[in-house]
């Protein structure tokens, strides 16, 4: 494998921080670029420079503008953003407790920033060597695999990533060929965002961050360079769309 820098944004997320201790201790990666809504008081890390962003279109672009010098050589990007619930709203169990401010609140957050990132990040991984993005999706938002309903504004707004990222692909192709494009089913896993929801999860399938970062890294570095999006899931297995 060849040295190369990772991205990761939404780096708080648990899933990220795993997968940021993994790259750490990677000997092939020179360096992490960490964007986080908010800063660590204090970091080990090393190898991780943190930016801190409120992802507006600006403080997307002026990340961007920082990363340029760069291009070609961020092979590794991991956009980790989502929202499932937070103190004013849970996912909707049924049609009445469907709200405009939480449809547009989770699309935002899951749809609305991860596309902002792939549409500014285009120059920053085209290039000759093999790269690839993985959005952070979730099963629940393939459309053909939908047989429990409910969950409708973070369901939809996954949907809506899926078809993005679909879309984008098409895009990539033709201008950064050396980019696949990965929308990422972590499984269930042991962090805040899952947390309310964790007593009907058997524990054999409520996953450590640590477990999912390896399988994500691991999936990446496989990845077929085929210039076409996949849906996998941690285990690598592709997903309905
Ligand atoms: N945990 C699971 O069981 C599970 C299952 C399926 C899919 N996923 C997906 O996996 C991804 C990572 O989630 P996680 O489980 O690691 O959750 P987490 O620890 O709660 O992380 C939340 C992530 O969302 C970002 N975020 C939260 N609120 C935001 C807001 N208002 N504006 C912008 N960004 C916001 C955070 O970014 P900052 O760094 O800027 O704070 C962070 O990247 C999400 O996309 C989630 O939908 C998780």
Redesign the pocket.
């Known amino acids: 494998m060849s040295s190369f820098y990772a991205l990761v944004?939404?780096?708080?997320?648990?899933?990220?921080?795993a997968s940021i201790q993994k790259l750490e201790a990677n000997q092939h990666c020179l360096g992490v670029f960490a964007?986080?809504?908010?800063l660590p008081k204090a970091s080990s890390d090393t190898k991780t420079l943190w930016l801190a962003?409120d992802?507006t279109e600006d403080s997307i672009h002026q990340i961007c503008k920082r990363l340029a010098v760069y291009s070609g050589k961020i092979t590794k990007v991991l956009i980790?953003?989502?929202?499932?619930h937070?103190a004013s709203m849970m996912p909707e169990r049924k049609l009445e407790e469907i709200r405009a401010s939480q449809l547009e609140?989770i699309f935002?957050?899951?749809t609305v920033?991860p596309m902002l990132w792939l549409s500014k990040l285009l120059p920053i991984v085209q290039g000759e060597k093999p790269t690839q993005v993985a959005l952070?999706?979730?099963?629940?938002g393939s459309i053909s695999d939908n047989k429990t309903g409910g969950w409708y504004s973070?369901r939809a707004s996954?949907a809506a990533l899926n078809m993005l990222i679909q879309t984008s692909s098409v895009e990539y192709a033709r201008r950064a060929k050396n980019v696949k494009l990965i929308a990422?089913?972590?499984?269930?896993?042991?962090?805040?965002?899952?947390k309310p929801?964790q007593r009907s999860v058997p524990k054999e399938k409520?996953?450590a961050?640590d477990f999912v970062a390896t399988q994500l890294l691991a999936i990446m570095d496989s990845a077929t360079m085929d210039n076409k999006a996949a849906y996998l899931d941690w285990n690598n297995q592709p997903i309905e769309w």
């Open positions: 944004i939404g780096a708080g997320s648990t899933i990220a921080q964007v986080s809504r908010h962003s992802y980790c953003n989502g929202m499932l937070d609140a935002h957050v899951n920033i952070f999706s979730a099963r629940i973070y996954k990422f089913h972590p499984g269930t896993t042991d962090t805040p965002l899952s929801f409520l996953f961050a």
